[in-house]
């Protein structure tokens, strides 16, 4: 049961970016196909979790899902005593105290469990809102950067709508978004999950170079 909810707690960094995420940030075409014209693709989620912003909120993540990791690894640590304790006394220990150390054991694992899946849902929930909030940003780069370099499409990698079987590294926009996001960013993602201002990404600003074909 700790384990399970470990690894969703305490997750490293480069972990913080799930399936979800997708949700706000997916295939960006600054044009139609058919027009002539640059196509470039970004692994967004590489993007998310490279930008100075990304990194500092999965910090801030980690840091707040710590206390409560700690309490469920001592409640934990509490039923394994408890388990050993009724395992050892089989022989020793009475009827009643065995089922009373069965009852207390029982009702442990139960508030356990509860407080493992709330644990779980409080964590998915803060990192959805995260991953909205920063992928929207990101995205507002991701426009500028297409329409400052004549992109007509860019598509994103990291996501299973897109299946890219082979593209060129000289097209892969990732880096100098990334980039381009941290030049302009208005401040660290609010983890509190409050509303954010634009990214400065959006204002004006001198075009950043495309990758060297």
Known sequence: MIAKVRNHIVKRRAVLLPWLVLAAVSVLPAQTPA????????NVQNALVSTKDGQKAAAELEAKANPKRKELEAKQAEI????????????????????????DLDRKTKNLKRDAEDAEAEWNQDQQKVL?????????????YAKDNGYTLVLDVSSPQTPVLYASNTVDITKDVVELYDKNSPGPVNVSG???TAPAASKAASPTPAPTK
Do not use: C, H, P
């Open 194 to 196: 409050n509303a954010l």
């Open 80 to 103: 394994n005593s408890l388990q050993d304790q009724l395992q050892k006394g089989q022989n020793t220990l009475s009827e009643s105290s065995k089922q009373s150390l069965a009852r």
């Open 35 to 42: 027009e002539s014209g640059k196509v470039g693709i970004i």
């Open 132 to 144: 909205q909030q920063l992928g929207q940003r990101v995205m507002a780069v991701v426009d500028k």
